[in-house]
């Protein structure tokens, strides 16, 4: 079946301008995860959703990072007024269950340049 | 707060050589601990891990024993093949968490 799934797969944003993210996970998977991977370092969390409900939003940078899963499959991370330091690769993953338990996918992940 | 420290790469070998990458971590509680391999042009996947003291995970010839006592996780295969050339991440997850720790990643390369 498909696995996760971003769009786009490369953006290019003017400073100051709001960009979205879109993640489909695998059908069926209860948790969903962003995460912000910088060029050359290890995925950082950003936030968990478990179906629609967002249980831990700890590792978003700012408030102009929001994110949402309003009917528990499809996600969307938004950033508004993008700044240089934001560029990097978002990935989104998802799990069946638990995350603890069960292995997380992957998506492509989404190339974000702020210029 | 948990942390995750792996070794720097690049790590280059020749074929069917050992391979160590070594992990270790900072965490309160019992993690759960894994290693992550990107391949080339591919997305993150989950390659093992191991959820208790002294659990060994294993795949794909790849081995990694959970070590509590010296709160490391060091990943291992006995002969390494030219397709094994990736980027290898190790990660925790602490107890009862959602939030995944990653380590800043491992390049290999395998000489044929």
């Known amino acids: 079946g498909a696995g996760v799934s971003q769009s786009p797969r490369y953006k290019v944003a003017k400073r100051g301008q709001d960009v979205a993210l879109r993640c489909d996970p695998i059908s069926g998977h209860v948790s969903l995860f962003w995460y912000q991977q910088a060029l050359g370092q290890g995925p950082e969390f950003l936030t968990y959703f478990q179906n629609e409900a967002q249980l831990d939003k700890s590792g978003l940078p700012s408030d102009r990072f929001f994110a949402e899963r309003p009917e528990g499959s499809v996600s969307t991370l938004k950033i508004q007024r993008t700044q240089q330091e934001d560029s990097a690769v978002y990935l989104c993953?998802?799990?069946?269950?638990?995350?603890?338990?069960?292995?997380?996918?992957f998506g492509p992940g989404t190339r974000l340049t702020v210029t | 707060g948990n942390s995750v420290t792996q070794m720097e790469g690049p790590v280059t070998l020749s074929e069917e050589a050992f391979l160590t990458i070594n992990c270790t971590y900072t965490a309160t509680g019992y993690p759960s601990l894994f290693w992550y391999v990107q391949y080339p042009g591919e997305g993150l996947q989950l390659l093992l891990k191991a959820t208790k003291a002294d659990d060994k995970g294993s795949n794909k010839g790849f081995e990694a024993t959970y070590r509590k006592e010296t709160t490391s996780f060091h990943l291992e295969k006995g002969s390494v093949q030219v397709s094994d050339s990736a980027v290898y991440f190790c990660?925790?997850?602490?107890?009862?968490?959602?939030?995944?720790?990653f380590g800043a990643g491992t390049r290999l390369f395998v000489k044929a």
């Open positions: 993953a998802s799990s069946i269950g638990q995350p603890s338990s069960y292995e997380q996918y």
């Open positions: 990660a925790l997850m602490g107890t009862g968490g959602f939030k995944t720790i």
